[in-house]
């Protein structure tokens, strides 16, 4: 505590200490553009609108021009282009994840990033993602169920904001101000990659119809459809048994070449290794369609109070293909999949939410807003293709594996005033109220995809074994897994700003929450802008912050087969209070605590504006999936106490506490060409670098077993730390002149890294590393073998397109995106030399080139064309 109030009147200190010296004067503050060219936001203060030139801490606006440049649809790809610090990869065999892309900011986890919809918290999505890659153990925000076009802005708020919106407001906030304008609109966009594939629809249409005195009502709808796209190289593993010199069957290998001669097989192999398709495994986006649909209204009542209301509904069928099983696993009944087969993941997005509310500006002397909204996902997850080796011939190939249902119901009140204290600006007083309750549920699947049927594998060297449970890839959800958790918040919240002097602008906000299931919290933010000159302000803040878990990380459990350095395991997610988490060292989870201090200036200079921030957010308690523990002992151990057949296990956990330092810079403005038209540029970047300040050790039971695995390995550690680009730089340029706008957008990710291998030995390391960028950590002190990171360089990835009006209201546009088709360095390679060494690549057998890591993908060039209306 003492370490905080130190910590308070340092950073109080920096923010006041601009008044010191400045007396009253006659200039004014930097307000909005003559010309009309400032960007208006109201996100992160309770006080109205003003330009983002004007705010005491970073924020970023994004029209609907700019989000349309670049033929993309999706609006996480949309914000990818125009937020320096904002971030998201694209996941590969993922499950959900695959279409609730894990939105991260400021190099932070996507559960430290709330989301708001016309300035009212948007429920998230209900799925925890247990991949590995960016985003787990967290749950992502469904961006896709709300029409890209409905949008009429958006606001980033590159700051800590609990203070002001509570839970999850760590690394800022994203708020998607809703279109509400009169007319018709509509937009057709296709595509489609160089390579043939990921071809795309998307069609969007708006109607606002004016309502009442001053009123509007605005409804968009959406259709996306997009087929998948695949990078994926042949499988050129053993695909059926091999036989011996008497003629018995032999396990497969499962080292890249041994089914085409590349590489030693196990026993003589089956002549139809000749001719069996192996282009067989899919890395790529996944195909999905979404129909969505979303309503905007407001209607004045007289002069005091206007009503208002928003929300819609989305519905997305999407399939992703998980890792190919071949003919000798046995994970395969060969009856069923007499060549193997991909199991596919058919997933039901539903999302619903409606919000409604009224405002005013005299109640009592006070402005005020009351609302109240709901808002749902609902997650269907079936397989296809598959089939559970335990019951047999008689398995079926599709099965529902789970449902998840997530609601969220939340009520405000706010109240602003503005009070006169006797100089030339008021003091302006907000307060108000939040009532939240949460509801998650997990619930079973149809039996056959969790069911022990008793069969033994059937077939080859391990014929009559114990064969595998449960649908492949993962089993569903049994009735004894189903759970439900509930919880409710109840919030207060104030906030003072008073402007001085006409230079100094400060700011102060406090609020208390208290969670019905952990407990209660208080978090306050200090900001304050002071102008030095008329062109120059330095701005700065500081604030605690929390993240209340997520429902679905307290809850959740799952079993899932993951490849672990190639070999298929069955690994069980258990529940932090489920009896088998705590016989491993689960313990119930705590809130994640912040400190966010951030220090900047703002340039304002004729039509172009500079931004420059530099932050450090110090992260307590941090929720991480922990460390997949495999080992026998933890296996007997699990089933000496009634959870057999467990491979390996891992549980959500308070594991890691953090300190994020970075630097956002943004140069806007524009270029008055004369007769050649006009240039608006945009200049802008980021840097940042997480370092872990804890890291928990082994936990107690484990370590009683003799097992050394850290509760947060370097896998995990690396995925945090490394996974997401430190640096990332855009350079947009847009021309325009008369009927014709040319954009190009550069924008250049940094080095991300990831963990290719646990344990090589020295003689593995120096046939597989030669020519990768690679950083060695030994697996310990007593060992000779050492964990591999691979580094994957920056890259640049340059944008074109080229916009026609036809007439006033249609414009055409074509383009390319990823002009000279770059793709990110790929997996370490497995060789004939390395399976020489005993070991593959880390490239999934040699199917898989590249890493699911990649900021931009891996998709290569793609073309674009659309056609929009407005009038």
């Known amino acids: 505590m003492k370490k905080q109030i130190r910590t308070l009147s340092l950073t109080t200190t920096i923010l006041f200490a601009g008044a010191v010296g400045v007396a009253p004067g006659s200039a004014q503050g930097v307000g909005p553009d003559p010309e009309g060219g400032a960007d208006i936001v109201v996100t992160g203060s309770r006080f109205g609108s003003r330009s983002i030139a004007e705010s005491p801490t970073p924020i970023d606006h994004i029209g609907t021009e700019e989000l349309n440049r670049g033929g993309r649809v999706e609006i996480q790809e949309m914000l990818k282009t125009a937020v320096p610090s904002f971030s998201t990869p694209r996941p590969n065999a993922s499950g959900v994840g695959d279409f609730t892309t894990p939105p991260t900011l400021r190099g932070l986890s996507t559960g430290q990033l709330l989301v708001l919809v016309n300035g009212k918290r948007r429920h998230s999505s209900g799925d925890l993602s247990t991949s590995n890659g960016i985003g787990r153990g967290d749950v992502a925000y469904d961006f896709n169920s709300i029409p890209s076009a409905a949008i009429g802005h958006i606001e980033v708020l590159r700051d800590g904001a609990s203070a002001q919106y509570g839970s999850d407001a760590i690394a800022g906030v994203i708020n998607l101000s809703l279109d509400k304008s009169e007319g018709v609109s509509g937009k057709v966009t296709t595509g489609i990659t160089k390579q043939g594939d990921g071809e795309y629809v998307d069609v969007g249409a708006g109607f606002g119809l004016a309502i009442g005195d001053g009123g509007i009502i605005r409804t968009t709808v959406q259709y996306q459809n997009r087929r998948g796209s695949n990078r994926a190289d042949p499988d050129t593993r053993q695909q059926y048994f091999g036989t011996n010199a008497a003629g018995a069957p032999t396990a497969i290998s499962s080292f890249y070449g041994s089914g085409v001669g590349l590489t030693p097989s196990n026993g003589t192999l089956d002549p139809r290794e ?88 005299d109640l009592a002397g006070f402005g005020w807003d009351l609302s109240t909204g709901f808002g749902k996902s609902l997650i269907n997850s079936d397989i296809s293709n598959s089939n559970n080796p335990s019951l047999g011939n008689a398995s079926p190939t599709e099965m529902r594996i789970s449902r998840i249902r997530f609601s969220q119901w939340t009520t405000n009140l706010d109240l602003t005033r503005e009070f006169d204290v006797g100089d030339s600006t008021p003091l302006k007083f907000a307060f108000g109220g939040e009532y939240r309750k949460e509801v998650w549920r997990l619930l079973a699947g149809d039996p056959a995809s969790y069911v022990n049927g008793g069969v033994g594998i059937i077939g080859g060297p391990a014929n009559g074994a114990v064969a595998p449970v449960g649908a492949q890839p993962n089993p569903g959800v049994s009735p004894a897994d189903a759970t439900t958790g509930k919880r409710n918040s109840k919030a207060v919240y104030g906030e003072l700003e008073k402007e001085f002097f006409d230079r100094l602008t400060l700011n102060g906000a406090v609020r208390y929450e208290d969670f019905s299931d952990f407990g209660d919290t208080v978090n306050y ?92 957010i110090k992260l307590k308690d941090r929720i991480v999936q922990s460390s997949t523990f495999q080992d026998a002992r933890l296996t007997n151990l699990l089933a000496a106490n009634g959870f057999p057949g467990i491979g390996g296990a891992q549980y959500l956990t308070n594991a890691v506490d953090s300190t994020t330092h970075g630097v956002d810079l943004t140069v806007s403005g524009s270029i008055d060409l004369d007769d050649f038209g006009k240039l608006a540029v ?190």
């Open 274 to 361: 000749a001719t069996v398709d192996r282009d067989t495994s899919y890395e790529g986006t996944a195909p999905f369609t979404m129909k969505a649909i979303f309503v905007n209204s407001e209607l004045p009542v007289g002069d005091a109070v206007t009503l208002y209301g928003f929300g819609g509904y989305s519905d997305l069928d999407g399939k992703t293909a998980n890792f190919f099983r071949r003919a000798g696993q046995d994970q395969t009944v060969r009856s069923l999949h007499p060549d193997g087969y991909a199991p596919y993941g058919e997933f039901g997005l539903r999302n619903l939410s409606a919000f409604g509310g009224a405002r005013g500006d």
């Open 525 to 616: 933010k200090l900001s304050s802008r002071l102008k030095l000159v008329e062109a120059l302000a330095l701005r700065g803040s500081f604030s605690t912050g929390f993240r209340a878990p997520h429902l679905a990380q307290s809850f959740f459990n799952s079993s899932l087969t993951n490849f672990i350095n190639g070999a298929p395991v069955l690994i069980r997610n258990f529940p932090v209070d489920s009896a088998a988490g705590r016989l491993i060292g689960a313990t119930p989870l705590k809130p994640e605590k912040s400190r966010n201090i951030s220090i900047g200036a703002v340039a304002k200079l004729s039509s172009w504006t500079i931004t420059l921030d530099g932050y450090r």
């Open 682 to 871: 945009l200049l802008a970047g980021n840097y940042n670098k997480t370092k872990l300040d804890r890291v928990a050790g082994t936990p107690a039971p484990l370590a009683a077993l003799g097992i050394t695995t850290p509760l947060f390995d370097l896998t995990q550690q690396v995925r945090i730390t490394d996974s997401q680009p430190r640096s990332k730089v855009l350079l947009n340029l847009n021309w325009s002149s008369g009927d014709f706008t040319v954009g190009l957008t550069n924008t250049y990710y940094g080095k991300v890294s990831a963990v290719a291998f646990t344990t090589l030995t020295p003689a593995q390391i120096a046939v597989l590393t030669q020519n990768y960028d690679v950083t060695l950590v030994p697996v310990s002190a007593t060992s000779p073998n050492s964990q591999v990171i691979q580094h994957f360089k920056g890259k640049l990835i340059t944008d074109l397109q080229l916009s026609y009006d036809m007439t006033k209201e249609v414009r055409l546009t074509v383009g390319v995106n990823n002009l000279f088709d770059i793709y990110p360095s790929q997996n370490i390679r497995s060789t004939v030399a390395s399976v020489a060494a005993g070991t593959n690549g880390s490239d999934n057998g040699g199917t898989f080139p590249y890493n699911a890591i990649s900021p931009f993908g891996f998709n290569g060039m793609s073309f674009f064309a659309s056609a929009s209306v407005r009038f």
